[in-house]
């Protein structure tokens, strides 16, 4: 009885032993199985993305290229200046002119010009803006000015205002720069025309073709009047520019402050 009883309490332990022992491997192996099936789906769904990926960032760039082109075209459509541009308009003038011989012999100092321009350039855009035309693009990216035929020099109001507004600009220097206004006048047509005052971008900005959309938009207003188109330039670069759009030199010479300066007339096309 005690053998047997032994026998048996002690075959029976073993029994379950051996039973827990053979149902371990089981489930490790279905562990074992489901993640290879887990692994090998995995791979795929990441092999089918690399193989999309491509594709979806090639769609994702023309999207965007096209975007940003049909931004870049709606800011540099040229437009007339509402009173709120004054300020930015005036700003991209400050930063354009910063570094032209002209507005440096004028202004030496580069603190008395940051200090000093903003509010000649606004109080010159609005005398613009009530005598001819002001033209804009975006947020004030850029400026034209532009003195109209019926307003050669401007109405009377501005002409009493513009020897003050310049005076605060140019200081000491005031009788020199007022000096050169009718040695420009003296190669003007004869006949009434448009006179491109002031063109300009701020240099954040450049290349980005924002000074020759002005250009031709006002070139298209002026041809559609019928009459020829004056300015002046201190920049050789810039006769070469002018030229592209229909601009001849007409005379070239030397301001008193040793300046060369260059006069230009482009003919009404058609």
């Known amino acids: 009885m005690r053998s047997q009883s032994g026998r048996s309490k002690s075959y029976r332990p073993r029994q379950k032993e051996q039973r827990i022992q053979t149902s371990q491997p089981k489930s490790l192996r279905r562990k074992l199985l489901f993640s290879c099936f887990a692994f090998v789906g995995s791979g795929q769904i990441e092999a089918e993305a690399l193989r999309r990926r491509p594709r979806l960032a090639l769609a994702q760039d023309i999207e965007n290229r096209r975007w940003r082109a049909l931004l870049t075209e709606s800011a540099a459509q040229p437009r007339p200046a509402t009173r709120r541009d004054i300020a930015p308009m005036a700003e991209s003038l400050v930063r354009a002119f910063a570094r032209e011989p002209f507005h440096q012999w004028m202004v030496p100092d580069p603190s008395a010009w940051a200090a000093k321009a903003p509010r000649y350039f606004a109080s010159y855009i609005k005398m613009i803006r009530r005598d001819g035309y002001a033209d804009t693009v975006g947020s004030g990216q850029g400026a034209a000015l532009w003195l109209s035929p019926d307003k050669p020099g401007g109405g009377m109001l501005s002409r009493f205002q513009v020897p003050f507004v310049l005076w605060r600009l140019a200081g000491q220097r005031f009788s020199d720069v007022w000096s ?91």
Request: hydrophobic share 35%; with cysteine; net charge negative.
């Open 180 to 270: 050169v206004i009718p040695l420009i006048n003296r190669h003007r047509p004869q006949d009434p025309h448009w006179y491109l005052d002031i063109i300009g971008v701020d240099p954040t900005h450049g290349r980005a073709g924002i000074g020759s959309a002005l250009l031709a938009h006002g070139l298209e207003r002026c041809d559609q009047s019928g009459k020829a188109v004056f300015l002046d330039t201190l920049s050789a670069d810039n006769t070469r520019f002018y030229e592209k759009h229909g601009f001849e030199v007409t005379a070239n010479f030397t301001l008193p402050s040793g300046l060369p300066i260059w006069t230009m007339v482009r003919p009404p096309a058609g």
